[in-house]
């Protein structure tokens, strides 16, 4: 085979196997610290730095060349994170991700900011906020948010997602959360509160308001599936997970792992990760698969349901 054609067959080997490992969907903690701490939530820590600005462009260019077509940057709070807008800017005009995206309990917004995020050219913000009045889980409720939602409102030029987690407020609240988001022309997005090991469990009351606030989410929004109606219905909803390679976690570390809640479970260094891994973690059962809550993963996997996966061994 000559020089020309061999390039040619491995750019098209490279090209079938993006198509059938790469990840849809990666997640890079950029910071662990948080500047709140809600209870429910066992991903943040209260003293770490922010992660180097060449580090995270290193990390970055690595996800990129592993076939990364969707990136978000999460926390800890990633507005604690001094080099954000660089960051961000950075995955669209250097690397052109498909889409960049972040979460944000929204605290430290400021008209500034927002620019700047902007600027960065930023294109999608989830804020998380989930209910009305702050109780002693959360304050990451609108009474606290309210101002920054009007400043999102006014000089975001991003789509903003307000995300509502039922089960760490009365229940009503969460449905409070979603009407409003949906009055001030944001997108609503429900997710449901797990314990450590991501297992889900709603009282009546918290049933009721889920089965309310599905009637206000539009059809057809692409994380609304019924995952969520079965697994309250039956206590599982199974599928074949492909976190590890679908769908990517990298802690602060720069350690892969299928998710935040399986750090223990399953990780390997990011700069160490490759197709082998992609391949790998794509077709390996996960024993907390059917338990899962984590509508990222869920929605990464779903393209690949019709494909072979692993039988069930005992990992975790
Ligand atoms: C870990 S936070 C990081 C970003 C940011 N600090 C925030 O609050 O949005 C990402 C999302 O995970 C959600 N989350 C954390 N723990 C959870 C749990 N036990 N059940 C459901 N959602 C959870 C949060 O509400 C938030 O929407």
Same mark, same amino acid.
């Given at each position: 085979?000559?020089?020309?054609?061999?390039?040619?067959?491995?750019?098209?080997?490279?090209?079938?196997?993006?198509?059938?490992?790469?990840?849809?969907?990666?997640?890079?903690?950029?910071?662990?610290?948080?500047?709140?701490?809600?209870?429910?939530?066992?991903?943040?820590?209260?003293?770490?730095?922010?992660?180097?600005?060449?580090?995270?462009?290193?990390?970055?260019?690595?996800?990129?060349?592993?076939?990364?077509?969707?990136?978000?940057?999460?926390?800890?709070?990633?507005?604690?994170?001094?080099?954000?807008?660089?960051?961000?800017?950075?995955?669209?005009?250097?690397?052109?991700?498909?889409?960049?995206?972040?979460?944000?309990?929204?605290?430290?917004?400021?008209?500034?900011?927002?620019?700047?995020?902007?600027?960065?050219?930023?294109?999608?913000?989830?804020?998380?906020?989930?209910?009305?009045?702050?109780?002693?889980?959360?304050?990451?409720?609108?009474?606290?948010?309210?101002?920054?939602?009007?400043?999102?409102?006014?000089?975001?030029?991003?789509?903003?997602?307000?995300?509502?987690?039922?089960?760490?407020?009365?229940?009503?609240?969460?449905?409070?959360?979603?009407?409003?988001?949906?009055?001030?022309?944001?997108?609503?997005?429900?997710? *449901?509160?797990? &314990?450590?090991? %991501?297992? !889900?469990?709603?009282?009546?009351?918290?049933?009721? #308001? @889920?089965? =309310?606030?599905?009637?206000?989410?539009?059809?057809?929004?692409?994380?609304?599936?019924?995952?969520?109606?079965?697994?309250?219905?039956?206590?599982?909803?199974?599928?074949?997970?492909?976190?590890?390679?679908?769908? *990517?976690?990298? &802690?602060?570390? %720069?350690? !892969?792992?299928?998710?935040?809640?399986?750090?223990? #479970? @399953?990780? =390997?260094?990011?700069?160490?990760?490759?197709?082998?891994?992609?391949?790998?973690?794509?077709?390996?059962?996960?024993?907390?698969?059917?338990?899962?809550?984590?509508?990222?993963?869920?929605?990464?996997?779903?393209?690949?349901?019709?494909?072979?996966?692993?039988?069930?061994?005992?990992?975790?």
């Amino acid at each position: 085979m000559n020089k020309s054609v061999k390039e040619n067959v491995s750019k098209r080997v490279r090209f079938f196997n993006r198509i059938r490992y790469a990840p849809w969907f990666s997640q890079l903690v950029i910071i662990r610290r948080c500047n709140l701490s809600c209870t429910y939530c066992n991903e943040f820590d209260q003293s770490s730095s922010p992660v180097e600005l060449t580090t995270l462009k290193g990390r970055l260019q690595k996800l990129k060349s592993l076939g990364t077509y969707a990136i978000n940057l999460t926390g800890g709070e990633p507005t604690l994170h001094p080099d954000l807008p660089e960051l961000i800017r950075y995955c669209r005009e250097d690397l052109k991700f498909f889409r960049t995206s972040m979460i944000s309990n929204g605290f430290l917004l400021k008209e500034e900011l927002i620019e700047k995020l902007n600027r960065a050219g930023l294109q999608d913000m989830q804020i998380s906020i989930d209910g009305v009045q702050p109780n002693e889980t959360t304050v990451k409720v609108l009474k606290s948010l309210e101002k920054r939602l009007e400043l999102l409102k006014k000089h975001a030029k991003f789509n903003v997602v307000v995300s509502a987690v039922v089960g760490s407020c009365p229940p009503e609240e969460s449905f409070t959360v979603i009407q409003h988001a949906k009055s001030m022309g944001f997108k609503p997005r429900v997710l *449901l509160i797990h &314990d450590q090991e %991501g297992q !889900v469990q709603l009282s009546e009351e918290q049933l009721k #308001v @889920f089965y =309310k606030i599905k009637k206000l989410i539009p059809k057809g929004f692409p994380e609304f599936t019924d995952y969520r109606e079965t697994m309250i219905e039956q206590g599982k909803a199974p599928f074949k997970c492909r976190a590890g390679s679908r769908y *990517l976690y990298v &802690d602060e570390a %720069g350690l !892969v792992s299928w998710c935040s809640q399986t750090r223990s #479970v @399953f990780s =390997k260094p990011l700069m160490d990760y490759g197709l082998v891994d992609l391949r790998r973690e794509f077709y390996s059962y996960k024993s907390c698969q059917d338990h899962c809550t984590l509508g990222c993963v869920r929605a990464a996997s779903s393209v690949d349901g019709w494909r072979k996966q692993d039988i069930k061994k005992s990992i975790a």
